[in-house]
């Protein structure tokens, strides 16, 4: 290792766009003193001067000037007689400057200096990449796949930092390749082994209302407030929306005409149902609303419970519970309630058609009772479990199953 290779490394190093340049120069010259420091004991006679821009730099040595023969530190001091080969004009008592050249410091300090400043800016590129991103966690991020793992996804940025997207953020349809582009938000920024890991979530509730105000120009500008957000990622999602200007009308808008605003997010959310309803302070009404798209006969709210009895007609239950069930938890989730759905009226009815079971027995089974002339609840439960078994392609323990469900309908 000689100056001239490290001053190429220099210029390797000024290129570094993230760190500023005053922030540059103390880097260098912390390195360059340090290494004064271990040469001599002391750096305090030593001046340091950087040039960034050319890359190079230059060390002088301060000498105070002393009679011959009263050197006792040729580090510090030089002889007059030397002195005056320098300039003929020099007294005893003042200073020489001379330059050290690099190679005078030797192979293995230069080797360790190299080596620190390595370390330096490899620090400072890892503190702002952590300010950077800390200062953006809830901001959606654009950036391409680099690598696709089993449990993560590692995805550069525009400046090529290095971005992870674990599965567990992801929305359960996401399928990505590499050099693909993807939008994600900052979810949070961790420090694993003194180096940021930057975590994105597709999957984050902040994700979807980041996308309203990419696609909806009044969220952006405060016209409309998002009040709560719930998502079963991939499946179904609520948006709860005010506006404080009664002109606007905050669904309609978040929808746009013929549903053109909403198509963009639920296209970004591999066509994720959302449901956009208007918040209100009447819980009874905003239950209602929450249930979206199951129309509510009544509500019944038990505020030191925070439970609420919703009635609906038999036709009804089945799209208020949602598929999996997932349309009751979010608008439970949404509200803040435990919500129980109850049919209009089943206490006094004699029988229920099997139809409205089918939030919670398969089709294909209800589909088997229904070949062997079974359409409601009693006319099941009027049959032997044994002779249903043989007249359907029906497990006995399937059968068991369905009779508790219709059973607990009478109970």
Not at 216 to 243: M, Q, Y
Not at 259 to 276: S, T, W
Not at 328 to 347: H, N
Not at 380 to 407: C, G, M, P
Request: glycine fraction near 6%.
């Amino acid at each position: 290792m000689n100056s001239l290779n490290l001053i190429e490394s220099f210029s390797e190093f000024k290129e570094f766009k993230n760190i500023d340049r005053q922030t540059m120069m103390h880097v260098l010259e912390d390195v360059f003193r340090s290494m004064l420091k271990k040469k001599f004991g002391t750096d305090e006679h030593c001046d340091v001067i950087i040039n960034i821009d050319k890359g190079d730099f230059e060390i002088w040595v301060n000498k105070e000037i002393v009679y011959d023969g009263e050197v006792e530190d040729p580090n510090i001091e030089i002889a007059y007689s030397d002195a005056i080969k320098i300039e003929p004009d020099f007294e005893v008592g003042e200073e020489v400057s001379e330059e050290m050249k690099f190679e005078d410091f030797g192979r293995r300090n230069i080797l360790s200096l190299r080596q620190n400043l390595i370390s330096r800016i490899l620090e400072l590129e890892k503190d702002h990449l952590y300010k950077l991103y800390k200062d953006r966690i809830g901001e959606i991020i654009t950036g391409e796949v680099y690598q696709v793992w089993k449990k993560e996804i590692l995805i550069l940025d525009d400046e090529g930092n290095e971005l992870i997207l674990p599965k567990s953020e992801q929305i359960p349809s996401d399928y990505f390749k590499k050099g693909e582009s993807v939008r994600a938000v900052v979810a949070k920024v961790d420090m694993r082994n003194s180096s940021p890991v930057i975590i994105l979530s597709r999957s984050a509730p902040e994700f979807l209302e980041r996308l309203f105000e990419l696609e909806v120009p009044e969220v952006f500008d405060g016209l409309i407030t998002i009040k709560n957000i719930v998502r079963a990622p991939g499946d179904r999602a609520k948006v709860a929306v005010e506006s404080y200007d009664d002109r606007i009308d905050p669904v309609g808008a978040c929808v746009g005409m013929k549903g053109a605003r909403i198509h963009g997010i639920v296209r970004e959310l591999r066509n994720e149902n959302i449901d956009v309803i208007n918040y209100t302070n009447n819980n009874q009404l905003y239950i209602q609303r929450a249930l979206s798209p199951a129309k509510i006969s009544s509500v019944e709210i038990n505020e030191e419970e925070k439970r609420a009895n919703v009635y609906l007609k038999p036709d009804q239950v089945s799209l208020a519970i949602g598929k999996g069930g997932h349309n009751i938890k979010l608008a439970g989730r949404l509200t803040g309630y435990e919500i129980d759905v109850y049919r209009e009226g089943a206490t006094d009815v004699e029988d229920v058609d099997l139809e409205e079971f089918a939030d919670e027995i398969d089709s294909w089974i209800l589909d088997e009772l229904k070949a062997i002339g079974c359409d409601t609840a009693k006319s099941v439960l009027e049959i032997d479990i044994a002779d249903l078994v043989k007249r359907t392609d029906l497990e006995e323990e399937t059968i068991k199953e369905v009779f508790k469900i219709l059973q607990s309908e009478f109970e």
